[in-house]
């Protein structure tokens, strides 16, 4: 009975982490300046992997998600508007405007990559609308 306990155990203690491949991406988004771009999302995709994250208002951002290790695609999506709760009528809405050039937020234009080769910090300079 012991042995099949410790065989048991041991087995157990193997397995501890399967199945959790991939690392955690994060940095901070901020202007060729320093200063940081507030709030907003940034993904990352590949052909066969897509995740993102929020960025804070200190322009960090963290994907949480399990990165497989490669090469990635950066977007960045930011508007001027911070979230707001008020009721409006939505004939009355009209489009935010931007806080970061629309280029970063297509995975065609940005021309912004990361490798990702274990936990992985990556800063990301963008630029103001034109």
Same mark, same amino acid.
Request: glycine share 10%; net charge negative.
């Given at each position: 009975?012991?042995?099949?306990? +410790?065989?048991? +155990? +041991? ?7 399967? &199945?959790?491949? &991939? ?5 901070? =988004?901020?202007?060729? $300046?320093?200063?940081?771009? *507030? ?11 897509? %995740? &993102? ?5 200190? &322009? ?7 990165? *497989? #290790? ?18 409006? $009528? ?5 489009? #935010?405007?931007?806080?970061? $050039?629309?280029? +970063? ?10 490798? =990702? ?8 300079? =963008?630029? %103001?609308?034109?």
């Amino acid at each position: 009975m012991r042995i099949i306990s +410790f065989l048991c +155990f +041991f087995a157990l203690v193997c397995c501890v982490g399967c &199945g959790q491949s &991939g690392f955690i991406v994060g940095g901070k =988004v901020e202007f060729p $300046d320093g200063s940081p771009v *507030p709030r907003g999302q940034v993904t990352i995709n590949s052909s066969t992997f897509t %995740a &993102g994250g929020p960025i804070a208002a200190d &322009g960090t951002y963290t994907i949480n998600a399990r990165v *497989p #290790a490669g090469t990635y695609q950066i977007t960045v999506r930011a508007t001027g508007d911070s979230p707001s709760e008020a009721s409006v $009528d939505i004939a009355d809405v009209k489009p #935010a405007p931007l806080l970061v $050039d629309a280029k +970063f937020g297509s995975a065609e234009t940005s021309e912004l990559t990361v490798e =990702v080769k274990g936990k992985t910090t990556h800063n990301i300079t =963008v630029t %103001a609308p034109q």
